[in-house]
Structure formats: C-alpha cells, structure tokens
C-alpha cells in the first residue's frame, strides 16, 4: 500500500525534501483514501490547521506532486482538477462520472480490463502500458431521483 515512506523515497530520489507544506498536502490524500480531491478541496482543509497557507501554495505542491507520480491529476470534464494518490498498477481504477450531481465512483474492473488490453494486442499488435477510462452518466441517486421525478 502506498503510505508516507513511499512519498519520502520518491522525492529523495529526486534530492526533494518533505517540506512541512508538502507533508500537509499528502496527508489530506492520506485521509480521504479513494477520493478525488480539487485544489480548493486541499486548500480548505489545510487551511483549517494553517490559516498562514496560500492557494499558490497548494497549487505549486500539487503540481510538483502530480509530476513526481505521488499523484494522478484528473480531469471529469467541469473545468476543475482534481487528484488522487496514484496507487499504481495493481490498483488502477475505472471513473463513473456523474453528469448530474458530479460525484465520482471508482470501478476495479481487473479482469474486464485485462481481456479488453488483450483483445486490442491481439488486434493490432498495441501493447498497453496506461490507460484513463472514463465513464459519463447517472448515478444511482440521480436515477432514483429522475424516476421520482425530482
Ligand atoms: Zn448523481
Ligand atoms: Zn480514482
């Protein structure tokens, strides 16, 4: 599992420190496992143990967070970013974007995964290395809400 010892030796690799800001910024991932977090999101959590914080700040530290792979930066189509700690291979995810409410599900779809990757080497020839599945459409809430009519 990807913990704080991860993050220490990817940014020794690249002779970066864990600043006491970036340390602030990983450990907001650290508590919303499997969530999709936007730059305010981070902001206003830490802002509530440090008011000194600057927004610049947490854009910078996720930015330089996203380019190390600590994290992954998203994109649900409404014009905000978002992030997640990237939990590499084994736990890459499917994204079910809810075009109503904006709320955003993860799929692990392995094996469904494996045998479309294989399907498209047999095909082509292709070797996938990365992928970034993205699914539009209606949660479960939203549905029921639309049968009710609300
Ligand atoms: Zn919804
Ligand atoms: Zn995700």
Request: proline fraction near 3%.
């Amino acid at each position: 599992m990807f913990d704080v010892d991860d993050v220490l030796q990817t940014l020794a690799a690249h002779e970066l420190k864990l600043t006491p800001q970036r340390r602030r910024v990983v450990e907001v991932f650290f508590r919303h496992p499997g969530e999709h977090l936007s730059a305010d999101d981070v902001y206003a959590e830490v802002r509530r143990e440090h008011p000194d914080v600057g927004l610049a700040t947490i854009y910078r530290t996720l930015d330089l967070l996203s380019d190390l792979g600590i994290l992954d930066k998203l994109e649900f189509g409404d014009g905000r970013s978002r992030y997640e700690l990237d939990r590499g291979e084994r736990e890459r995810h499917l994204h079910l974007i809810c075009t109503r409410c904006g709320r955003v599900e993860e799929l692990q779809p392995d094996e469904l995964l494996a045998r479309l990757e294989g399907e498209i080497e047999r095909r082509t020839g292709f070797l996938v290395v990365d992928r970034e599945l993205k699914f539009y459409g209606l949660c479960a809430g939203c549905r029921a809400d639309r049968q009710a009519g609300r």
